[in-house]
C-alpha cells in the first residue's frame, strides 16, 4: 500500500517568510510524528498527534511553529517568521499501534 | 536527559565484510529499541525491539537487545555495497510515544 507522502519535497524560502509543509499519513494510522534533522545531526523530535490532538508538543523548538491534524489524517507543519537555523528536513512518520513508526520521504527546507 | 549513543559514528569496509554497529541508551520510560537504515532522507524501519537476548534477523541482518546493559548491537554479515547507508538506532519513550535518535552510523562499503 501507499506509504507516508510529504510536500513539497524541497522548498526555498526567504528569512521571515512563513512556511507550510504537509503530511499525508498511512491509511488507518492513527499517530503522527515530525521530526527534523539538521545537518549533521541526528533526528529531533517535534510533535506527536494521536487522531487530530496533540498530547505532546515537547519538542516544538519555539512558538513560531505550530501544526495541526484533521480529519485524523493530513497534518500541516507550520513555521512562521523563517530564519536560517531552521533550515532542515522535516520529516513526517506514522504509526499504526504507537509502537513501528514508518517514515516518509522528508521536505527538505533551506531558508535564505 | 533521554540520550541514546551510537558508535561509530562512521565505518568503512570492503564487500563481504562483517560489521557491527553499536547502540548505547540513557532514557526514562524505556520501551523499545528501533532500528533504521537512512540511503537518502526516509528513514527505513529495520527491527524493533523489546525483550532482552530475542535475536531479530532478517537476511544477512540481525539485532538483538540488552536491557541491563542498556544497549543493541546490529550485525551486518556478508556486507554488499547496497549496504552503504546511515543506520540509525532510537529509544520509544513509553507513553510519551516519541523516538530519541542517536547520531547514526554512516556506513560505507567498497567494491
Known amino acids: 500500500g501507499a506509504g507516508v507522502s510529504q510536500s513539497p519535497s524541497n522548498k526555498v524560502t526567504e528569512k521571515g517568510k512563513d512556511v507550510e509543509l504537509r503530511c499525508d499519513p498511512i491509511s488507518g494510522h492513527t499517530a503522527l510524528y515530525w521530526y527534523r534533522q539538521s545537518l549533521g545531526q541526528g533526528l529531533e523530535f517535534l510533535i506527536y498527534?494521536?487522531?487530530?490532538?496533540?498530547?505532546?508538543k515537547s519538542g516544538l523548538p519555539s512558538d513560531r511553529f505550530s501544526a495541526e491534524r484533521t480529519g485524523g489524517s493530513v497534518s500541516t507543519l507550520t513555521i512562521q517568521r523563517t530564519q536560517q537555523e531552521d533550515s532542515a528536513v522535516y520529516l513526517c512518520?506514522?504509526?499504526?499501534?504507537?509502537?513501528?513508526?514508518?517514515f516518509g520521504p522528508g521536505t527538505r527546507l533551506t531558508v535564505t | 536527559e533521554d540520550k541514546v549513543v551510537q558508535s561509530p559514528l562512521s565505518l568503512v569496509v570492503h564487500e563481504g565484510d562483517t560489521v557491527t554497529l553499536n547502540c548505547s541508551y540513557e532514557v526514562t520510560n524505556f520501551r523499545s529499541l528501533l532500528w533504521y537504515k537512512q540511503e537518502k532522507k526516509a528513514p527505513t524501519f529495520l527491527f524493533m525491539l523489546?525483550?532482552?537476548?530475542i535475536e531479530k534477523k532478517s537476511g544477512r541482518l540481525s539485532s538483538i537487545l540488552d536491557k541491563k546493559e542498556l544497549f543493541s548491537i546490529l550485525n551486518i554479515t556478508a556486507t554488499q555495497t547496497g549496504d552503504s547507508a546511515v543506520y540509525l538506532c532510537a529509544a520509544l519513550i513509553q507513553g510519551a510515544q516519541k523516538l530519541v535518535f542517536g547520531q547514526g552510523t554512516r556506513l560505507t562499503i567498497n567494491p
Open positions: 512518520a506514522s504509526s499504526l499501534d504507537g509502537y513501528e513508526q514508518y
Open positions: 498527534f494521536q487522531g487530530n490532538s496533540a498530547p505532546d
Open positions: 523489546t525483550s532482552s537476548g
